[in-house]
């Protein structure tokens, strides 16, 4: 959203490498972050050590802003999987953002609605049949040119919980309806309302 933009005013953003942590599950958020450039995977770890990834920001998102607000340690990690510029806002630098531009207060309210909302549907989502929980996750990604996105089959499999091979079979069905066309570390949505239609069938 070009509004963020607002937060960034008279503020130098980070430079991050791949691989770099932006900050770690368990921490206490004195700030949150708004991505300028690149992308960052935001996952979880568990118990065991295994890692399951839970959305992969584009440029323009906001990140770790719902610990921030409810003051809680943060249940996920976050890590650049590229060169990326990132501004950390803490309380102060928002509370000047919102005295100069108190329009921007409707829209961060709506942001956090939806964030709540899109994580209520990821943990919902882990009963689902696979097909649901694949279909539903494309549906959530932002698209880059053609409706295309960039994602491997492991990387999609760690996101909703299945496995390489699972993944694999499930895009290829859905390949074969007409819904999504595949290529190299990409897939394609080429029928929204059909995949839609799918993911939410009962």
Same mark, same amino acid.
């Given at each position: 959203m070009a509004g963020w933009d607002l937060l960034a005013e008279g503020r130098r953003p980070r430079h991050?490498?791949?691989g770099q942590l932006v900050y770690l599950q368990g921490a206490r958020p004195d700030c949150f972050y708004?991505?300028?450039s690149g992308s960052v995977r935001s996952f979880l770890s568990t118990g065991d050590g295994e890692e399951r990834v839970l959305a992969v920001h584009r440029a323009g998102d906001l990140m770790g802003e719902a610990s921030f607000f409810?003051?809680?340690p943060r249940v996920t990690?976050?890590?650049a999987l590229?060169?990326?510029r990132i501004l950390a806002i803490d309380q102060a630098q928002l509370d000047g953002a919102f005295q100069r531009h108190p329009?921007?207060?409707?829209?961060?309210?709506?942001?956090?609605a939806r964030? !709540?909302? #899109?994580?209520s549907d990821h943990v919902g989502a882990a009963s689902l049949p696979a097909r649901q929980r694949v279909a539903r996750w494309l549906l959530a990604q932002p698209l880059g040119e053609g409706g295309a996105l960039k994602a491997t089959h492991e990387g999609i499999g760690q996101? !909703?919980? #299945?496995?390489r091979v699972t993944v694999s079979r499930v895009l290829g069905e859905l390949s074969g309806l007409g819904l999504t066309a595949l290529g190299y570390r990409s897939v394609a949505v080429l029928d929204r309302a059909g995949l839609e239609a799918l993911a939410f069938e009962a």
């Open positions: 991050y490498r791949a708004y991505l300028i409810d003051g809680c990690s976050a890590m590229e060169e990326c329009e921007l207060a409707l829209p961060m309210l709506q942001h956090l964030t !709540v909302r #899109l994580l996101a !909703v919980g #299945l496995s």
